[in-house]
Every structure is written in C-alpha cells, then in structure tokens.
C-alpha cells in the first residue's frame, strides 16, 4: 500500500461542470503530482507540488488549476470540465528519488 | 512531441522466455531512468530504474539495459511469467527538472502460459 488515496474513484459529470479531485497521502511525501491517462499518451503531467502552496503546470495544465494546503492533500480542479478532460486521472507521490507512488485512479467522464 | 517513446503498444511473449520492452528517447538531458508496471483498474507501481551513469542494473528477473549514444534502454524480464502480463511504461528525469518525470506511451506485455 502506497498510502496514497484518491476520491472519487469514479466520477460522471457534464460539460460545464466544476469537478473537483482529491489526493490524501500519509507518507509525509513532500513532491506530488497530478497525471492524466489517455490511449496512446501514456501519462502526461497536468501539475505538480513540491511543498505547501508551492505548486507548478506540468504539459497538460490548461483548464486544470491545483491546491496543496496541506502536505497531505493535493486537489485537482476542472474549473468547467470538457469533453477532452475524460480521462482515467492518477495522483503520485515521493519524497524525493523520483520512485513515484502512484494511486489507484479516478475514472472521470465528461458527458 | 513525444520526447520518450515506446513503439511497440503490444508484446505476447511465451511463459518461460524473455521478454524485452524497448523506449527510445530524444532529450540528451535526461540522465535517469525508470520503469513501472499496471495492471489494469490500479495505478502504476515501481519496477526497476537506472541512472545515467550505469548501463545495466539487475533486480532479480529484471534487467534494465541503457544505451546513451542511442538514446535507447530496454528492460528484460527472464523467465517471463503470466503475473508480469500489465503495461509497461517508461519513464525518464531531465537533470534540473524539478523533479518531473516524463513517461511514454506504454507496452501491453501478455504472457501466455
């Protein structure tokens, strides 16, 4: 077990709609990340966090915005999801040898 | 443009043999590199890595081989067993890139008993 937690796992939504996605750790990890997964892409970076409030846009960062307030917790948020944003999303975390340890995904549909 | 990339989507090896999973890569920054592995309705896990001033590392079935005048590594798993049936990604860090990873595309490793 990673200690990494993602909420929801799964998630249908409609275009338009905010949709806010949380990642709970409990190993102290002080980097973490926000990948999305997508047929063919592999895993693209959308932000990242080395610290409290310290954040930054990964490849993919438009349309998504971040917030780390806590070391523990790293949300994700479509501030008014698209089509394009369906997509299997994962949360990962290290503490600084690059051995990301990844969730177990959020499912997200965007209607 | 992808700067790692794993050409193969799909590989279906013998229960028994090798398995070999190639990634080539076009940034001369990168100096290390990782694999992960996924089954499926989970996220990826840890496998092997290897740093740029190696050009092999071992861990047990698993052996990471880098080529730097290529930009090619590859990992082979030997003998291959149905359980190592996922997807295998490749992944590597930019010296000085705040500690970002840039993964490729994948390879669906089936292994028939």
């Known amino acids: 077990d990673a200690g990494i937690t993602q909420s929801p796992r799964h998630k249908v939504t409609e275009t338009g709609t905010p949709v806010t996605l949380r990642c709970h750790q409990t190993e102290n990890h002080r980097y973490m990340y926000w990948y999305r997964q997508d047929p063919g892409h592999g895993l693209r970076l959308i932000h990242y966090?080395?610290?409290?409030?310290?954040?930054d846009k990964g490849e993919v960062s438009d349309g998504y915005s971040v917030s780390r307030s806590k070391t523990e917790d790293f949300l994700l948020t479509l501030e008014s999801a698209t089509s394009s944003q369906t997509s299997v999303y994962f949360c990962?975390?290290?503490?600084?040898?690059?051995?990301?340890?990844f969730g177990s995904g959020t499912q997200l549909s965007v209607l | 443009d992808q700067q790692v990339k794993q050409n193969s989507p799909s590989l279906s090896v013998q229960e028994g043999r090798i398995s070999i999973l190639n990634c080539d890569y076009t940034n001369s920054m990168f100096d290390y590199f990782l694999w992960y592995k996924k089954y499926p309705a989970e996220g990826p896990t840890f496998l092997i890595s290897i740093s740029s001033i190696k050009d092999k590392n071992e861990d047990g079935r698993f052996t990471v081989f880098l080529n730097k005048s290529a930009k090619h590594l590859s990992l082979h798993i030997v003998p291959s067993q149905p359980g190592d049936s996922a997807v295998y990604f490749c992944?590597?860090?930019?010296?000085?890139?705040?500690?970002?990873?840039?993964f490729g595309s994948g390879t669906q490793l089936t292994v028939l008993p």
């Open positions: 992944a590597a860090r930019a010296s000085g890139s705040a500690r970002q990873l840039t």
């Open positions: 990962a975390a290290h503490s600084g040898n690059e051995k990301l340890f």
């Open positions: 966090s080395y610290g409290v409030k310290d954040t």
